[in-house]
């Protein structure tokens, strides 16, 4: 593989919006600590987060429209690199959080970019990147949240940490992602279908979606907090918790061509939300950190595979056009993924860090219960 090509220069990108977000994660609990933040008061910043994301959505799609996935995808991500640096550099509660909620809408508005820009590339090559674009985010996210145990080791502020990452994440990533790419501005009509709710059978598939996505989000801001809450472990291995989640997520992405190939649709999805649950309930009973990063690991293989199955299946429904019934599937997905850490926040606030996983364990339930939903895609 050549070192600028258009895969590599698309998932420079996936590898940079994973990096940091994984950064983001692996300093929530320094960030709740300095700013004495309840559950409920951190769910809410979570929920500002989430809220700018989705707003973005729309927008980047119009710009997408207009000047082309590549180029998009570029802007943003300077625009993302300088939100996760000034959240470091807060200097009040209400400062922090509007730059989380500026931070989500880079996040988000980079998120659609770059998968415009991948579905590009699929085309051009046309070969399957996609589940593979993915598993370069999952790996981006854990080298973000690994970087982040090593600042917190060096006690580096949460300023200089995110400073210092923001570049050395950036300029090697810029640097394979130009390649002077030109997108078809004319790829999307910007009808607002994206945001069309899945229906017939295909709402099952969302719903799977929802769930699968919710648990992601989840342990995105939440693995670390509930290390250091539940077993009392250092901030330093709490953010190695989110790294052994996502090196699950890696492998078994790599892994997903040859196993639904082997299992089919339907099974593979019931197996992911067997490890799911399993990983759950390992994490709610764990005497101690090392039980709980088994957990986390069994997590990553659950959840890894869910998202892509219900795009694979939304794009064979027999009863809408690939774009328009990927669009509702990824609406849900997309909620779930963002409403996941609020809702955490919420309901450990109200009862406890176990009972939260718990909710998520009755969600991986239904995974589990509706995987035969992913069988018409076969």
């Given at each position: 593989m050549r070192l600028k090509s258009p895969f590599v220069a698309v998932a420079a990108m996936f590898f940079l919006n994973g990096a940091f977000y994984g950064a983001w994660a692996s300093r929530i609990p320094t960030i709740k600590s300095g700013f004495d933040l309840s559950p409920d008061a951190l769910g809410l910043l979570l929920l500002l987060l989430a809220g700018g994301a989705i707003i973005s959505f729309p927008v980047a799609g119009r710009m997408i429209d207009r000047f082309g996935a590549a180029r998009v995808t570029h802007v943003v991500a300077i625009g993302y690199?300088?939100?996760?640096?000034?959240?470091?550099?807060?200097?009040?509660?209400?400062?922090?959080?509007?730059?989380?909620?500026?931070?989500?809408?880079?996040?988000?508005?980079?998120?659609?970019?770059?998968?415009?820009?991948?579905?590009?590339?699929?085309?051009?090559?046309?070969?399957?990147?996609?589940?593979?674009?993915?598993?370069?985010?999952?790996?981006?996210?854990?080298?973000?949240?690994?970087?982040?145990?090593?600042?917190?080791?060096?006690?580096?502020?949460?300023?200089?940490?995110?400073?210092?990452?923001?570049?050395?994440?950036?300029?090697?990533?810029?640097?394979?992602?130009?390649?002077?790419?030109?997108?078809?501005?004319?790829?999307?009509?910007?009808?607002?279908?994206?945001?069309?709710?899945?229906?017939?059978?295909?709402?099952?598939v969302g719903v799977i979606a929802f769930c699968g996505s919710l648990g992601e989000g989840a342990m995105v801001d939440w693995s670390a907090v509930y290390l250091v809450e539940t077993v009392q472990a250092t901030e330093s291995l709490a953010a190695i918790g989110f790294t052994v989640f996502s090196i699950a997520m890696v492998v078994t992405r790599l892994s997903g061509t040859f196993l639904i190939k082997r299992l089919g649709n339907a099974l593979t999805g019931r197996l992911s939300g067997i490890f799911a649950f399993s990983g759950l309930i390992v994490a709610v009973i764990a005497p101690n950190a090392r039980v709980v990063l088994c957990g986390y690991a069994l997590m990553g293989l659950g959840y890894a595979l869910i998202v892509p199955l219900a795009f694979s299946r939304a794009a064979n429904d027999p009863n809408q056009s690939p774009g328009t019934a990927i669009a509702s599937v990824a609406t849900l997905g997309y909620g779930g993924l963002l409403l996941g850490p609020p809702i955490i926040g919420f309901i450990a606030a109200r009862s406890s860090y176990e009972m939260s996983f718990s909710f998520l364990a009755v969600l991986a339930l239904g995974i589990i219960l509706l995987a035969p939903a992913f069988r018409q895609s076969e």
């Open positions: 690199a300088i939100s996760l640096a000034a959240i470091g550099i807060s200097p009040s509660l209400t400062a922090l959080a509007i730059f989380l909620f500026v931070f989500g809408v880079t996040h988000g508005a980079m998120d659609v970019a770059m998968n415009a820009w991948g579905t590009e590339v699929e085309k051009r090559l046309d070969l399957p990147i996609l589940p593979q674009l993915h598993a370069v985010f999952s790996f981006g996210a854990g080298a973000g949240a690994l970087f982040g145990a090593l600042a917190i080791t060096a006690e580096l502020t949460v300023f200089w940490h995110f400073f210092i990452f923001s570049i050395l994440a950036s300029l090697p990533c810029f640097y394979l992602a130009s390649i002077g790419w030109v997108s078809d501005v004319a790829a999307s009509s910007g009808d607002g279908k994206v945001f069309a709710l899945p229906s017939g059978s295909l709402l099952l």
